[in-house]
């Protein structure tokens, strides 16, 4: 069966310091994997999404980064935390986009003080 | 105006009653997702639609394309139903999310 792991599960740390949330997914190979953030108060917001190895598209630009360095690892990055990038950042992936569901990770809950 | 509305925003619901959510989007989709937020945050997803209806227990989801409207139906509803629940739909790039609806249902 299919699982995905995201880790760590809650984060604390300060302004201007790097950022690297990690998502791996077990059981299946060539998903297509997502990177989602909800602020506080606020809906679901799609960071980023990728089809492939290497193949990272933005919905929106920010002060966050995300890499595909091997087929079943999505990692998200800052070099420098912002207050604004508080929230609770949700892996998730699928296998055709549009056509079989969605699977999500259990959260990082990011709060940068 | 949100290219995703839902409503209502809030709903609080007896036990064993019939719950209605609903999901207006003004754009292009290809499909449609029901996702449930549990309050510790974790997401499932419950339905993926691009048409018709689709039944998973209690839980029913109904797609208009034309219309561009869905609902989310839950039947004899019951305090564990207790969660958001957020209807998201996939455009060409990306997806675009509603606000979401919080359920409350008393025993």
């Known amino acids: 069966s299919q699982t995905i792991h995201q880790w760590p599960a809650t984060l604390v740390q300060p302004v201007g310091s790097p950022l690297s949330l990690e998502c791996t997914v077990e059981?299946?190979?060539?998903?297509?994997l997502y990177w989602y953030r909800q602020a506080a108060g606020r809906g679901l917001q799609l960071l980023f999404y990728?089809?492939?190895?290497?193949?990272i598209s933005s919905e929106v630009p920010q002060n966050l980064s995300a890499s595909r360095p091997q087929d079943r690892q999505f990692i998200l990055s800052s070099k420098k935390l912002l207050l604004s990038d508080s929230g609770f950042y949700l892996c998730?992936?699928?296998?055709?986009?549009?056509?079989?569901?969605?699977?999500f990770g259990n959260g990082t809950r990011l709060t940068v003080t | 105006k949100n290219e995703v509305e839902q409503s209502p925003q809030n709903l609080t619901a007896q036990e064993g009653e019939f719950i209605t959510i609903n999901c207006s989007y003004s754009?292009?989709?290809?499909?449609l997702h029901w996702l449930q937020q549990h309050p510790g945050g974790g997401i499932v997803s419950l339905f993926m639609?691009?048409?018709g209806k689709k039944k998973h227990g209690r839980l029913i989801a109904t797609i208009n394309i034309q219309e561009k409207h869905s609902s989310l139906h839950i039947t004899a509803s019951h305090p564990r139903d207790s969660a958001v629940y957020i209807c998201?739909?996939?455009?060409?790039?990306?997806?675009?999310f509603g606000a979401g609806t919080r359920l409350t249902v008393k025993p």
């Open positions: 998201a739909v996939l455009v060409e790039v990306g997806m675009r």
């Open positions: 998730a992936w699928d296998r055709d986009r549009g056509s079989s569901p969605l699977h």
């Open positions: 990728s089809v492939g190895i290497g193949q």
């Open positions: 059981g299946t190979s060539n998903p297509n």
């Open positions: 754009v292009g989709i290809s499909a």
């Open positions: 639609l691009s048409s």
